[in-house]
T-cell receptor
Framework: GENVEQHPSTLSVQEGDSAVIKCTYS??????FPWYKQELGKRPQLIID?????GEKKDQRIAVTLNKTAKHFSLHITETQPEDSAVYFC??????????????FGKGTRLSVIA | DADVTQTPRNRITKTGKRIMLECSQT?????MYWYRQDPGLGLQLIYY???????NKGEISDGYSVSRQAQAKFSLSLESAIPNQTALYFC?????????????FGEGSRLTVL
């Protein structure tokens, strides 16, 4: 089945700096790659996703890039703010299913933005 | 607002006890999931259901069972709880007709097995 690896497990940045989180996946047939954010004590929520027919997608200060050849995708957060502090999860669909679910998640990255 | 509701939110139990975690949703979604979250291990899929009569094992189904009583309800059971099942459990839903497959999570059920 799909295997999703995520790095780093923890990341500390100064407020205003950029943060990058990277994930690799194993199933070359995967075509949908979401990122979820989980604030302390809260439920995970989708923040951005990308399909395999594009290489990059942006939404204000966050962007996701995809390299299908290398089977990796990354989350980029620019001009980080204290409210960006959270755990971020990448995911990919388990193979042989329709509708991009169920999702297999990476182990998460705890991002701390230091004011 | 349409939501995903989990009960109980917190539960402390003893080894060997049977536990049921319940999930209900008012989103009208057909697909429902149970995930387990442990520190440093991310979200691991336990079971999932794409429709009322459909049940599928996930990555870590041993020691768990599920029941999809109706489209809106999906319960997770631990037949004989053990301490390493201490974790935060999330129910999630998605719309099978959606082009994205976005998951909507409940608030979580924290289970402690002594």
């Amino acid at each position: 089945g799909e295997n999703v690896e995520q790095h780093p497990s923890t990341l500390s940045v100064q407020e205003g700096d950029s943060a990058v989180i990277k994930c690799t996946y194993s199933d070359s047939a995967s075509n949908y790659f979401p990122w979820y954010k989980q604030e302390l004590g809260k439920r995970p929520q989708l923040i951005i996703d990308i399909r395999s027919n594009v290489g990059e997608k942006k939404d204000q200060r966050i962007a996701v890039t995809l390299n299908k050849t290398a089977k990796h995708f990354s989350l980029h957060i620019t001009e980080t703010q204290p409210e960006d502090s959270a755990v971020y999860f990448c995911a990919a669909p388990a193979p042989a299913h329709s509708g991009n679910t169920p999702l297999v998640f990476g182990k998460g990255t705890r991002l701390s933005v230091i004011a | 607002d349409a939501d995903v509701t989990q009960t109980p939110r917190n539960r402390i139990t003893k080894t060997g006890k049977r536990i049921m975690l319940e999930c209900s949703q008012t989103k009208g979604h057909d697909r429902m999931y149970w995930y387990r979250q442990d520190p440093g291990l991310g979200l691991q899929l336990i079971y999932y259901s794409f429709d009322v009569k459909d049940i599928n094992k996930g990555e870590i189904s041993d020691g768990y069972s599920v029941s999809r009583q109706a489209q809106a309800k999906f319960s997770l059971s631990l037949e004989s709880a053990i301490p390493n099942q201490t974790a935060l459990y999330f129910c999630a839903t998605s719309d099978g007709t959606s082009s994205t497959g976005e998951l909507f999570f409940g608030e979580g059920s924290r289970l402690t097995v002594l």
